[in-house]
């Protein structure tokens, strides 16, 4: 993909070398002989050679030519102008003084204008590279795409470093499908998406451009995610100029920032999406807990109504009870199934805060010796002060769901337990009891939405399921863990751990 | 039909209507029924009223700017009455000076138990304007000698749990919220930081309570605040 690349200005620079030495020499022995001619003295001869000189290291590219000719000019001094003529030697002493001198001036002179020539190409170059810096920056900033940047990117970074460029991106985070784009710098060619590489990430096409070698890279990163690499072939990277390579780094920070704007409106438009979601979500959830517990409330009390003008032996006082329970059983699945949809969310809806864990514990007991009446909770908790991170509404709501469970699998002489332990970096806390167990083949399920145990049928009332599930849902958006087993002696057992220290969990 | 206390029922839902105040007739107290904020109003200001159930959800004005409205001349019992869950709204209506909250659904002996409570409040605050002794169970707190005694003998208490404990047993029967609690104790400007809160709760519950996880005397309503109990 990449071709090799010969300056083809060089050769004029030589061809013009040539030709220049030998004209200016030959003028200033035209000049010299007619100097010579009126009688002048031989000074005056040296110092038109000086001038040729001069002349010839304005017009000469190369250091090392023209100090060559510089040497040349003197040895023709010395022949055409100092006895013995027309021969290499010297015999007046005066002469070798003549020439040392002039040989050194015109050394001192040809380095001097050289420098002076080499700096204002490094300026030029510079004030060139300068421009196509702001070109690139005016251009990109104009862009509004990731393609778009990419492209005048990859294109002026080529142009800049005048080196072929490939470029690998991706153009959308949530997809992260690499794409490419490359300049060749001797056919001024931009290719967009070549069709090699397709469906491949970005990591991917990295990882075999390196396998592949003799390519230098430089990798973009945006919000720490790798967003793009530039790949320069190695043999070129390592010709490059202190200036290019100052300029290509310029440039990719240009393009770093570029797309760090791009993606930074990208994320506000989503987060905005995301608020908009949010916010449909929460009313209807609101509505729905609204519509629902009106006319329950109004079912629950005129039944009571019922209840209250009615005999208990007539039939009716049994009917009416029939609709509280039901309408009771209503009101949990309801109030279980909110609490599900809200815990989807559970960065925005739990509500952790230092809790006692003696405050829930008391608060668990006194609902359950309300809706278990005369059964009794064996309650073991630490005597020292426990503070744990929670949301203490709906751990108490796991902890009322495991000892429903329970109570659903126990008869009323069966013990029920809670006990609360500390453990070394968390609160564990176990729901037991001396009931029928858990079945060996619903062991694994039992978490599960809508599982309810495979001797009762699908549609069978009060077995929804939603209670353990949502213990699990809760336990894991503290940060904790959840396991049921069985115990020895008979019975099962429910325990989950909280972590003490706050952290951030998804 | 021993009571003879007027209740005003703020509520747009017919049936709901319908059993409160049924079951609150059967319980000797005389009824009177409104189904918007303005007329709840206007009936507290002209009429003789003892005690109000309130529904949030008004079809005029929302409950809470009724309960804002009344606190302004008024210090009726208001027992909030609403289909709305979240525990930062009963927070505010308690703070804002309603007696108790109920979430919809609940049943009438509830209800009933929760209006006896704001009616002995009321009686209370009638009869004696400032107690230097209040006695609950077996626990009294001599507010002149700064005395806290539990079954006939003295505890002693840090300034903290002292404030804390009078906090809550001026206002038995009552929850008091979590942010008003520090609010009062720790000032204004403590924010909303629970944990010192908690801590100090559980140092006064170790001297008080022979059980912490079945307190007798202090209870937790989870989320909202702390009640003490009456008797």
Not at chain 1, 131 to 154: F, H
């Amino acid at each position: 993909m990449f071709t090799k690349n010969k300056r083809n200005g060089s050769y004029n620079i030589s061809r013009q070398n040539l030709y220049i030495g030998p004209l200016f020499i030959a003028l200033a022995t035209l000049v010299g002989s007619i100097f010579e001619s009126i009688n002048l003295p031989e000074t005056n001869i040296a110092i038109v050679y000086l001038l040729a000189v001069v002349a010839i290291s304005l017009f000469t590219q190369s250091y090392i030519i023209s100090i060559l000719y510089s040497f040349g000019a003197t040895l023709s001094f010395n022949y055409f102008f100092t006895a013995p003529y027309k021969a290499f030697e010297i015999d007046n002493v005066s002469y070798v003084i003549t020439i040392t001198i002039m040989v050194t001036v015109s050394l001192i002179i040809t380095m001097m204008t050289q420098r002076i020539k080499t700096s204002v190409s490094v300026a030029n170059q510079r004030a060139e590279e300068n421009r196509k810096l702001y070109v690139m920056s005016n251009r990109i900033s104009g862009a509004a795409s990731v393609e778009e940047i990419i492209d005048i990117a990859v294109q002026s970074m080529g142009q800049l470093t005048e080196t072929n460029i490939l470029c690998a991106y991706i153009s959308d985070i949530s997809q992260p499908i690499c794409h490419t784009a490359q300049y060749i710098f001797n056919s001024k060619v931009r290719v967009i998406d070549s069709p090699v590489e397709k469906e491949m990430s970005l990591k991917q096409l990295d990882d075999y451009m390196v396998e592949l070698g003799n390519v230098r890279s430089w990798k973009i990163f945006t919000d720490e995610i790798l967003f793009a690499v530039i790949y320069i072939p190695h043999e070129q990277a390592i010709m490059l100029e202190e200036g290019k390579r100052r300029a290509l780094m310029v440039a990719l920070e240009n393009l770093s920032l570029a797309i760090d704007r791009v993606y930074a409106v990208y994320k506000h438009g989503k987060l905005q999406q995301e608020n908009e979601r949010e916010r449909y979500r929460s009313s209807l959830l609101r509505a729905i807990s609204h519509d629902l517990r009106t006319p329950l409330t109004g079912i629950m009390g005129t039944s009571e109504m019922i209840m209250g003008m009615t005999p208990t032996d007539d039939m009716r006082y049994e009917l009416a009870a029939e609709i509280i329970e039901d309408a009771e059983w209503l009101h949990s699945l309801m109030e279980n199934i909110l609490n599900l949809t809200r815990l989807e969310d559970s960065r925005r809806y739990l509500k952790k805060q230092p809790e006692a864990i003696e405050e829930i514990i008391a608060v668990v007991v006194e609902r359950f010796e309300k809706r278990a009446k005369g059964r009794e909770l064996t309650v073991n908790i630490p005597t020292e002060l426990v503070i744990v991170p929670v949301d203490a509404k709906l751990i108490v709501q796991v902890l009322i769901n495991l000892l429903d469970n329970a109570l659903k699998h126990t008869d009323s002489t069966q013990e029920i337990s809670l006990t609360v332990d500390k453990q070394e970096n968390g609160v564990r806390f176990t729901v037991a009891d001396r009931g029928t167990g858990i079945n060996a083949e619903d062991l694994p399920y039992i978490f599960q939405m809508y599982y309810t145990s495979g001797n009762q049928s699908a549609d069978a009332k009060k077995g929804m399921g939603l209670g353990l599930a949502i213990c699990k849902s809760v336990v894991k958006a503290h940060g904790g863990n959840i396991s049921a087993a069985n115990r020895e002696g008979g019975g099962a057992e429910f325990s989950f751990v909280l972590p003490m220290e706050d952290t951030n969990y998804d | 039909m021993t009571n003879k206390e007027t209740i005003l029922i703020v509520e747009d839902d017919f049936q709901i209507r319908n059993f409160i105040s049924y079951s609150l007739k059967n319980e000797g107290y005389i009824c009177k029924i409104v189904s918007t904020g303005s007329r709840a109003i206007n009936t507290i200001a002209n009429e003789t009223v003892d005690l109000v159930i309130l529904d949030l959800g008004l079809p005029d004005i929302d409950g809470i700017d009724v309960i804002r409205m009344l606190r302004e001349w008024s210090d009726i019992p208001i027992i909030v009455v609403s289909a709305r869950d979240q525990d930062r709204e009963k927070a505010y209506a308690l703070d804002l000076g309603a007696d108790d909250y109920l979430t919809k659904p609940f049943s009438s002996t509830e209800l009933l138990a929760r209006i006896r409570v704001a009616m002995r409040h009321m009686k209370r605050r009638e009869s004696v304007k400032k107690q230097s002794v209040i006695q609950v169970g077996g626990l009294s707190v001599d507010f002149e000698k700064r005395i806290v005694n539990l079954d006939g003998n003295e505890i002693h208490l840090t300034p903290m749990e002292y404030s804390l404990m009078s906090l809550l047993i001026k206002n038995r029967g009552k929850v008091v919220t979590t942010a008003s609690v520090i609010k009062e104790l720790w000032g204004p400007g403590y924010g909303q930081d629970t944990q010192a809160l908690r801590t100090l709760m559980a140092g006064l519950r170790r001297k008080i309570e022979t059980n912490p996880a079945k307190p007798r005397y202090i209870m937790t309503e989870i989320g909202v605040g702390y009640r003490m109990v009456e008797e």
